[in-house]
């Protein structure tokens, strides 16, 4: 299934996130904390914004039932782990070892994959294309900077 327009930036966003995810998975002993702080300043520096934007743009567009609240649970768990696992590394200067890379990266890789094949086609199959729409010139705007930032929940 071809992706909204709307949505395109923040899938754009969830390649850079593989990536990063791949790197954690090739973590060895002489890269593990190389590793580590790849991702640590890629979450600090890229996706508490994406966390941000998604938590305020589309969590509240998620129609009403036991499907939206599950979705919008889980990527808000998903989020809180991955935000206090960089904030670990990157604040405590905890280092994690090469498993738990291994298994942070799993999840990165596995968060991108709830979104893309669960959040975003159920947000494109349930709204409205004017709401989507809605949505995307949003996006568009927070992250041209015209949009007011909002810090996620």
Known sequence: ??????????SQ?????LVIASALHRA????????????????????IRHFALEESLLLPALPAGARGRRLAERVRDD??????????IRARGEQPS??????????????VRLEERELFPYLEDALAPARLEQIGAELRDRLAGNGRETEPT
Not at 28 to 45: K, P, Q
Not at 101 to 111: D, E, F, S
């Open 1 to 10: 299934m071809r992706r909204s327009a709307a949505l395109t930036p923040l």
């Open 13 to 17: 966003d969830h390649h850079h996130a």
């Open 28 to 47: 060895s002993a002489t890269t593990a904390r190389s590793s580590a702080m790849l991702f640590a300043d890629f979450i600090a520096e890229h996706e």
């Open 79 to 88: 989020h809180r782990y991955l935000q206090e696992t960089a904030d670990g």
């Open 98 to 111: 090469v498993d738990a890379l291994v298994q942070i990266g799993a999840r990165l890789r596995a968060h």
